[in-house]
């Protein structure tokens, strides 16, 4: 049955409202050499992740996304997030306060990505993965947009990244909460449940989705904060004009036309397919990637974007297979609770890879490669 142009309007504005809300996860990261030279963009990375860890289990435990409107819950938390980046423009000289900030964006960005993914699960339950692979796509996007502003600025002060992903943080939000189609009230909890984000994973169905979810998450954040260090890397060895964060950007971005990709296959081969496709993909990559570094520069960034297009298409693809494995009132619950468990799996990947290259260069990206390999194990025996 064809989308009606109301469910492709309300598509549309959920999916701007995605890019621009998550648009403030990496502005840390990509002005990272300008305000906080000694952690480099990967401990940038590390603080948001904290906070968006702690962010997920408090919105978990209290069930908040299955209590009280999410249209609601993402505008307010749209708005602080944008308040906690943006602050940083006013105490930039202050390093404990910059983490401080990092961990408070990461923190409220748990009421964005989560719950505008329950928000798709209200509005389009019988084509999820292909709304998920629009919804990730512009999260995608969204993580990606401060690489560009970075690359394009030239003599231009860095604040702009600041301010820039700040202003459209708060936009998504207003765009949510005030133009968003309203839609069938769903049946929300009358009050606190905290057993919710334990008792979901009785179920092998839930279970596979959400160890393959992790799996995959081992790899993602850590290739996605390794990237302008990889570039730099690289382009010293085979001394090359230095643009890395032009380079990060394309890498993370075109990400965003795999899920969308991803989206559309799961109409016809399912969700479960596409995230084992992609899992495979990625896995792949991993293996070849220090091979790939010794190569010339077609070779190597023609690999690296391939690498950014496969290593998260399965992301929507786990959320829809979650969302459809989880009880109708704790929906957004066990998205959220999966969500955080996943990012803190984020926090040791992205660690020991900084780590390791520092000391192995292109061979620490092994490191890699168990994560999607794990994530196919936990596929392979989906009821």
């Known amino acids: 049955m064809p989308a009606s142009s109301s469910d492709n309007r309300s598509l549309l504005l959920l999916v701007f409202s995605q890019f621009a809300g998550t648009s403030v996860w990496f502005a840390g990261n990509a002005i990272a050499?300008?305000?906080?030279?000694?952690?480099g963009s990967a401990g940038m990375t590390t603080f948001v992740q904290f906070g968006f860890i702690a962010g997920t289990l408090v919105f978990s435990l209290f069930t908040i996304a299955d209590r009280y409107p999410a249209k609601a819950v993402f505008f307010f938390s749209a708005l602080l997030a944008a308040a906690a980046n943006g602050a940083i423009v006013f105490i930039f000289k202050f390093p404990p306060a910059i983490s401080l900030l990092r961990f408070a964006t990461g923190f409220f960005l748990a009421g964005i990505y989560?719950?505008?993914?329950?928000i798709a699960a209200d509005v389009f339950p019988k084509k999820l993965g292909k709304a998920l692979g629009w919804l990730v796509g512009a999260l995608v996007l969204g993580t990606a947009f401060p690489h560009l502003v970075r690359s394009q600025l030239g003599g231009l002060n860095w604040k702009t990244v600041v301010v820039t992903s700040s202003l459209l943080a708060a936009t998504g939000g207003?765009?949510?909460?005030?133009?968003?189609?309203?839609?069938?009230?769903?049946?929300?909890l009358s009050k606190p449940d905290f057993a919710a984000a334990f008792t979901v994973f009785r179920y092998p169905a839930f279970r596979s989705a959400a160890f393959g979810y992790f799996g995959h998450m081992w790899e993602l954040y850590a290739f996605w904060a390794i990237l302008p260090a990889l570039f730099s890397a690289y382009q010293g060895f085979h001394h090359l004009p230095s643009h890395p964060f032009g380079w990060s950007f394309a890498s993370i971005g075109i990400g965003s036309i795999g899920c969308v990709a991803g989206g559309w296959l799961s109409l016809r081969r399912g969700s479960r397919t596409v995230a084992v496709m992609a899992l495979?993909?990625?896995?792949?990559?991993?293996?070849?990637?220090?091979l790939a570094f010794l190569a010339?520069?077609?070779v190597f960034y023609s690999f690296v974007l391939l690498w950014g297009f496969v290593v998260i298409p399965d992301s929507p693809q786990f959320s829809a297979l979650v969302a459809g494995a989880a009880g109708e009132k704790v929906k957004g619950t066990a998205l959220t609770v999966v969500t955080c468990i996943g990012f803190a799996i984020t926090i040791a990947s992205i660690q020991l890879l900084k780590e390791?290259?520092?000391?192995?260069?292109?061979?620490?990206?092994w490191i890699l490669a168990p994560g999607p390999l794990l994530g196919l194990l936990a596929l392979r025996n989906r009821k």
């Open 33 to 39: 050499d300008k305000i906080a030279p000694g952690s």
């Open 114 to 118: 989560p719950v505008g993914m329950k």
């Open 174 to 188: 207003f765009v949510v909460f005030f133009f968003l189609p309203p839609t069938k009230k769903p049946a929300l």
């Open 280 to 290: 495979l993909l990625s896995f792949c990559c991993c293996l070849v990637a220090p």
């Open 296 to 298: 010339g520069p077609v």
């Open 356 to 365: 390791l290259f520092s000391v192995m260069n292109e061979k620490a990206l």
